[in-house]
């Protein structure tokens, strides 16, 4: 009988151990279409070709926002 309640246990918390594990990849994983991956691409070029116009930011503050919007482009491409 012990040993039952000890696979029972034990096979409680390997199906948590996986559930876990499951979670944390869809948490992970971003899934965008074709559609928004376009526009996001399309915002990031508008804001990269005339962001320094709009006077909002520094001319340092804007590299350093392009630049940071690149990695995310590349991040989005693969």
Do not use: C, P, R, W
């Amino acid at each position: 009988m012990a040993i039952l309640y000890i696979l029972l246990t034990l096979l409680i918390v390997i199906i948590l151990l996986l559930s876990l594990a499951l979670y944390f990849f869809s948490k992970k994983s971003v899934y965008l279409s074709d559609k928004e991956k376009e526009f996001i691409f399309f915002t990031i070029q508008i804001f990269s070709e005339y962001g320094e116009e709009l006077g909002i930011q520094s001319k340092e503050q804007h590299v350093k926002l392009v630049e940071e919007l690149e990695k995310i482009k590349t991040k989005l491409n693969k």
